[in-house]
Each structure stands twice: as C-alpha cells, then as structure tokens.
C-alpha cells in the first residue's frame, strides 16, 4: 500500500467519528509513524489483499507530540 513504511513493528487500529472511519496508525523500528484513514460504507467486502486500495487513503508520515 502507498505510504506503508518499512520495518514496521506495531500496529493500532482505532474507530473514528463518525463510526463509519477506521484510523491505521504503524510505527517503524526506525521510529517513523505514518497513519492511513479507511472509509467503511455499507455494503464494505471484509479486508482482503485489495481491500485497503479500495477504502483507504494513501499512509502518510506523521510526528508523534513532543513530550
């Protein structure tokens, strides 16, 4: 998937409001964070190998908050 960074080693899924918006968020081992934003709509298939293509953003980098 465009955006998925290497070396991932830990994964949240997190359900948005509205309810119907998944938020994937990856860390790396090089401490990268990227996120990816899946809309799921009636009728959404369960996730498969194209699933995430067809629902979901592009993975973007993203800072962490600073202490």
């Known amino acids: ?36 934003m899946c809309a799921i709509k009636p009728g959404t298939p369960p996730p498969g190998a194209e699933w995430a293509k067809a629902y979901c953003d592009p993975f973007t980098k993203i800072t962490p908050p600073s202490d």
Not at 13 to 32: F, Q, W
């Open 1 to 36: 998937m465009e955006g998925y960074p290497e070396g991932v080693v830990g994964v949240s899924i997190t359900e948005a409001v509205p309810l119907d918006v998944l938020l994937v968020t990856v860390a790396a081992s090089n401490g990268d964070v990227a996120q990816t």
